[in-house]
């Protein structure tokens, strides 16, 4: 059974931070974050390990 986490704040500091320690442990991660640059930043970055790894944009 495969692990799903929703991380806030994923663009940079702990929540990027937490994307990643996830993202390395096999779960299936979903990261949000308010700036569309950094997603595709991160998405080009994360789904290129494989591809558990998803950026939304969202305002909270």
Known sequence: MSKTILITGASSGIGKATAIHFQQQGWN?????????KETELNNRYRRLDNNFNCLIISV
Do not use: G, Q
Not at 29 to 37: D, G, K, N
């Open 29 to 37: 991660v979903i990261a949000t974050m308010r700036s569309p640059e």
